[in-house]
């Protein structure tokens, strides 16, 4: 029985070994299946993150491309000729025009006065009543050492049946100044280009020329006539004044 005994004792250890070892192999498919979770969903999104970089990749292409085509090139069939056409404006005291608004409330002319105003628009040789003019200037600078203002000026020429012109641009009161052409209606349709103010009396006499492009005919006779040269005494006929029949255009605008 001490033999038996000590046999057994002897081979415990070999049996707990046995058993250790079984135990490590029953364990080892878990690890490396642990292991495999772990590495395959980051392989994974490698490989999803580089199907995502060539898409986006493509989309950059595809958009590369679209791009050409909403940036058209310019129209170059757009009429390009200058035509010259040269009114006068006058404020006869008669239309509650201009009006001051003093809205940068100060005693002195103030940047964000605002002056809407309309006056009669005269044809070149003050012969004819054309229309009117509509719009407003915004003051922008006081210049008391020039005894002027600076406004911003948006407005528009109303011609009757012959249609409309707008501009807008600097409007300085002791000096010649440049307005953009902005657009037009009628038989300005289209228009653009520039107008040179010349200031006579202010804010009562103006001249201007403008040199219109995008026109898509050439002017009415009626309107290129050769201009009274611009003077501080200038004056419109008496007919036209009184709009009489013969003395103003289709259907002009008061």
């Known amino acids: 029985m001490a033999a038996a005994s000590a046999y057994s004792l002897q081979s415990t250890p070999s049996s707990l070994n ?11 498919p878990n690890l490396l299946s642990f292991r495999n979770s772990i590495i395959t969903p980051t392989l994974s999104q ?26 058209p090139p310019a129209d170059s069939s757009r009429p390009a000729k200058v035509h010259e056409l040269c009114v006068y404006e006058i404020n006869e005291r008669d239309r509650g025009s201009p009006a001051y608004l003093r809205l940068g409330q100060k005693p002195v002319n103030s940047l964000g006065d605002f002056v809407p105003f309309t006056n009669k628009v005269y ?26 203002d600076r406004y911003e000026a948006i407005y528009s020429f109303h011609l009757g049946d012959y249609g409309q012109i ?6 300085v009161t002791t000096e010649e100044t440049y307005l953009s052409v902005t657009g ?63 003395a103003t255009c289709p259907n002009y605008t008061d």
Not at 123 to 129: F, G, I, N, V
Request: aromatic letters at 10%.
């Open 18 to 28: 046995l058993l250790r070892s079984t135990r490590a192999a029953a364990r080892a």
């Open 184 to 246: 037009g209606t009628g038989i300005f349709a289209g228009a653009y280009g520039q107008v040179k103010l010349q200031q006579l009396v202010f804010p009562f006499k103006l001249f201007y020329t403008f040199y219109l492009q995008g026109l898509s005919a050439d002017l009415p006779s009626e309107l290129l006539v050769t201009p009274v040269p611009p003077s501080p005494a200038v004056e419109a006929s008496p007919a036209a004044k009184a709009a009489q029949p013969g």
């Open 123 to 148: 044809s070149a040789d003050l012969e004819t009543r054309l229309g009117i003019t509509a719009g407003i200037c915004i003051l922008i600078k006081n210049m008391p050492e020039k005894k002027g």
């Open 46 to 71: 490698k490989m999803t993150t580089a199907v995502n970089v060539n898409a986006f990749a493509s989309q950059r292409k595809g958009f590369s491309v679209k791009s050409q085509f909403i940036n």
């Open 166 to 171: 707008s501009v807008q641009g600097a409007y």
